[in-house]
């Protein structure tokens, strides 16, 4: 095990007397225990740079510099070479043409790689096809120091809610409309949050408040340089996929945390009794089933829902496992699985078509797809909880599944909870806008009707 300055002479050599075949080279590295692996990479001037925490803490990986970029997973795939890795994400609008401003789909070859494991650290470099001293030059670059993050100290000057509550609840009513016709089962519609700040903020001190406080989440941040750059701490995987076994989950049907022991207990009972909430729940995993089938030999979906508790709020989750037929690539199962009903709606193309209608804003990589395809291993997160850094203001994102039972008051106050997930971190506790009633988000909300919550 050597010291970082070690590794990245030894990883030189190797890279120095690599021949053609060599597609990766890798140096264990002793990464002192305080050293802080976001402050190290926001102090490299190398991009882009992405990072990513597995939920589970598995992983954490710093991802820099691009030696190949890719705008759809399939030549992103096929370009994978041995141990490699290529980073990146899909937009939610990748189907439309709804968002012309960002990249429906990017992903990269890094140049390096930085990770840790239970095993241990790893500094990692990948070798584009003839040109290897590209990857020579960004180790190069490479600061050996680890910056401090500075904590955040801005506060918020302005607040836009794009829809604002009114727009909300008659987008709300069409939804519920629509859902009594017929031509919607469920529609997941979402709220742009603004936030003009009274400082500066970076993606990577963003992602380090939220790294420290949101726990039982994938962290992630794609950066293109020091000021831009899209951060979210998801609790939701779109799949993990490890040779032909698949994991996936139908993560739906909110409600907040209590205050306190018992009040959390009795706000996760009714939860988990719910049956707006389990139907909601519900419509993700028949989608995900039907999704699958066609892909895969055996599919086991868990008999009931459990709990995800979460800072601000508890959500139901049922894991859904499948053992996939040979052939079914990552990329297809991107494809297949994204956007779930959890995010999107049922059925998928009618609740994307109402979505694209009556949302007032782009979702870019909001509800998107983030994490990596490998060819022993592939994972992505459904990036939710996410906020995307541009030009000076900061755009907080949540949505809320809407089926009958929804009401806009307690959907509105559901993205509020959901915002929070980042806006917290600003301390911005005083800035939600008004709404008519003040209600705590309790299940006290009278349900006119009885539903199969199969
Ligand atoms: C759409 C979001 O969350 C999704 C919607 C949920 C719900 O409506 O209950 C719960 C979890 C997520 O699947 C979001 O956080 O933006
Ligand atoms: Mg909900």
Known sequence: MTGLQTAISSLVES??????STHRVSVAVCWPETADVIGWMA????YPQFFWQARDGRETVVALGQLQTFSEPVAAEQAVRGQQRVWGGQSFDSRTVHNRRCLSAF??????????TPQGWQLSANLAPEHKERTVQVLQQLVPSVARIPAIRCGIRHRSDTPDFAQWSETLDQALHAIEQGALDKVVLARRTTLSLDGTLTPAQLLQASRSKNHSSFHFMLAQDARHGFVGSTPERLFLRQAESCRTEALAGTIARGHGEAEDYRLAQWLLEDSKNRYENQLVVDDIVQRLTPCCSELAVAGTPELVKLRQIQHLKRSISAALNIGVTSAALLECLQPTAAIAGLPRDAALGFIETHEPFARGWYSGA????????????????????????LHLFAGAGIVPGSTAVSEWQELERKTE??????????????????????????????????
């Not at 890279?15 to 053609?20: E, L, R, S, V």
């Open 107 to 116: 992903f990269f070859l890094p140049a390096l790689e930085l990770s840790q």
């Open 43 to 46: 102090s490299q001037p190398i």
């Open 15 to 20: 890279i120095q007397a690599a021949g053609p």
């Open 370 to 393: 983030v994490g990596y395809i490998g060819q022993a291993q592939s994972e992505f997160c459904v990036a939710i909880r996410s906020a995307l850094m541009q030009d000076g203001e």
């Open 421 to 454: 997930t980042l806006s917290h971190l600003l301390g911005a506790e005083n800035t939600a806008p008004e709404i008519p009633m003040t209600l705590d988000m309790a299940p006290t909300r009278e349900r006119n009707r009885e539903r199969n919550t199969a």
